[in-house]
């Protein structure tokens, strides 16, 4: 079983910056694999990105592509979403989430996803 807490969302100028961690207890919840979603008011949860357990694989939506860069720490048990010159369709609720089980690789899918943080909201004002 994996807990995961997500923390570091906040009000931002268009153009500034946030990094958002997710911290993940359970025994082994340095083996999974990690990922970043959002969900806006009205509109359905979209992928952000995504890290394979050891770091070595990343995926990132084309939206966020050269803003956004997910990395983690597996001392700490904790992944990080770097967010860079943000634009106000970046505000949203983020959440972390892991897979059901180690060994699945990074996803785009919400549906493969098992473990979910409560997020943390992102305000971006114009």
């Known amino acids: 079983h994996v807990q995961l807490v997500e923390s570091g969302g906040g009000l931002v100028q268009a153009g500034g910056s946030l990094r958002l961690s997710c911290s993940a207890s359970?025994?082994?919840?340095?083996?999974?694999?990690m990922g970043w979603f959002r969900q806006a008011p009205g509109t359905e949860r979209e992928f952000v990105a995504a890290i394979s357990w050891n770091g070595g694989s990343t995926h990132s939506a084309d939206s966020v592509k050269g803003r956004f860069a997910i990395a983690r720490d597996s001392a700490k048990n904790t992944v990080y979403l770097q967010m860079n010159s943000l634009k106000p369709e970046d505000a949203a609720l983020y959440y972390c989430?892991?897979?059901?089980?180690?060994?699945?690789?990074?996803?785009?899918?919400?549906?493969?996803?098992?473990?979910w943080g409560q997020g943390t909201q992102v305000t971006v004002s114009s």
């Open positions: 359970g025994r082994t919840s340095s083996y999974y694999t």
């Open positions: 989430a892991a897979p059901r089980s180690v060994g699945v690789g990074p996803s785009t899918r919400d549906y493969e996803y098992h473990y």
